[in-house]
């Protein structure tokens, strides 16, 4: 898996693999607002306004549901955070002549202004959002219930492109991000095949108001909705257990485990039980991000050395938009463009040592 190399050394694994997860799918190749390919958003693990789900007949999910195993005693605490993007609309807008009535400058959108030699394009941006951690004690192991409900407002901002003498307004950039609301509700329940381990639901639900549902695009929705939504679930003095290799005695308890838009898997140096990721990708146990990578590309299906030599063919002018689409994607172009040879060559490959025991 391709991630954050700048960060991989200061953040947590569980971090850094959660990082990759939450923008794979961000923008594709070749990284350009104009491209056919991001013209319509593709991200995993979207949870969008109930309203809108009904309104498409489920095909789109207002809820995500992870259920896992967990062995637990007096002393554990768990703790849960879910993290997702929330899309921001940025629209362009250039100044066209006043009318004859009004004498006021109007406005019209358009995909993109050039202004003081600097492109602006009408794009989605990101924002990362985090709900949590919330911390549950454990000290009965017995049936217990959470439920946090949270809200992030809405906001709008613009900023005014003013002519080279300052006063005349040529265009505006206007970002608006819509308000979000939903709750986690976690629960602890006792397995019903009478299983030492404890199963753990959590479920993540987007009750954002959504009116005239039926009359709205997936892109409209989208601004309303969780993007790449996953939960990083904690435990100390405590184990989880995989439900993709579940020890004997838990095999028919992680059997009737139900996920919904996610999949739970350990995460850490292997061996360690401790921390799981659910994630809207599908991973096995123990998920790493490859010590070859340079950082992230975004693309899903990626492969860092092919998107890098096709990143180092784009004309100029290809570049250029690029750089106006925002700040992860222009870091992509200029990590690549200042890519060390010696960085390069480990995207070729790897010979790696194999432990063979003598007959």
Not at 26 to 51: A, D, I, T
Not at 202 to 226: G, H
Not at 310 to 336: G, H, N, P, Q
Request: charged residues 25%; hydrophobic residues 35%; contains cysteine.
């Amino acid at each position: 898996m391709s991630g954050a190399a700048e960060s991989k050394q200061e953040r947590p694994l569980v971090e850094r693999v959660a990082a990759a997860v939450l923008y794979e799918g961000y923008v594709l190749y070749p990284y350009r607002p104009s491209s056919v390919k991001n013209q319509q958003r593709w991200n995993f693990g979207v949870v969008c306004p109930e309203s809108y789900s009904v309104a498409q007949k489920g095909t789109e999910a207002a809820s995500m549901q992870t259920q896992c195993l967990l062995v637990a005693n007096e002393t554990t605490r768990l703790s849960v955070s879910v993290k997702f993007l929330q899309l921001i609309s940025r629209e362009v807008a250039a100044s066209i002549a006043p009318s004859d009535s009004t004498k006021q400058s109007n406005f019209q959108p358009v995909n993109s202004l050039e202004y003081d030699g600097r492109l602006y394009n009408t794009w989605q941006e990101a924002v990362e959002r985090e709900v949590g951690p919330i911390a549950i004690d454990l000290p009965d192991r017995k049936q217990k219930t959470e439920t946090l409900e949270f809200v992030f407002p809405g906001e709008t901002s613009v900023e005014e492109l003013h002519g080279s003498d300052g006063s005349e307004v040529v265009g505006k950039v206007a970002r608006r991000q819509s308000e979000l609301i939903g709750s986690v509700n976690i629960e602890l329940s006792a397995c019903s095949n009478s299983s030492s381990a404890l199963k753990l639901t959590i479920q993540v639900r987007n009750t954002t108001p959504f009116a005239d549902a039926d009359q709205k695009s997936r892109d409209e929705a989208l601004l309303s909705s969780f993007v790449s939504t996953h939960t990083i679930l904690k435990l100390e003095n405590g184990e989880f257990v995989s439900l993709l290799d579940p020890p004997r005695e838990f095999s028919e308890a992680a059997s009737e485990c139900k996920n919904v838009g996610t999949y739970p898997v350990l995460i850490g140096v292997g061996g360690e039980k401790d921390c799981m990721l659910s994630s809207p990708i599908i991973l096995y146990d123990y998920p790493q991000i490859a010590p070859e990578s340079p950082g992230d590309l975004f693309d899903g299906t990626e492969i860092d050395e092919i998107l890098t030599l096709r990143i180092l063919t784009l004309t100029d002018e290809e570049k250029r938009e690029i750089r106006a689409s925002d700040e992860r994607t222009r870091r992509v172009l200029e990590r690549t463009e200042m890519l060390p040879l010696q960085q390069f060559m480990k995207l070729h490959g790897a010979m790696k040592g194999v432990n063979r025991k003598e007959p």
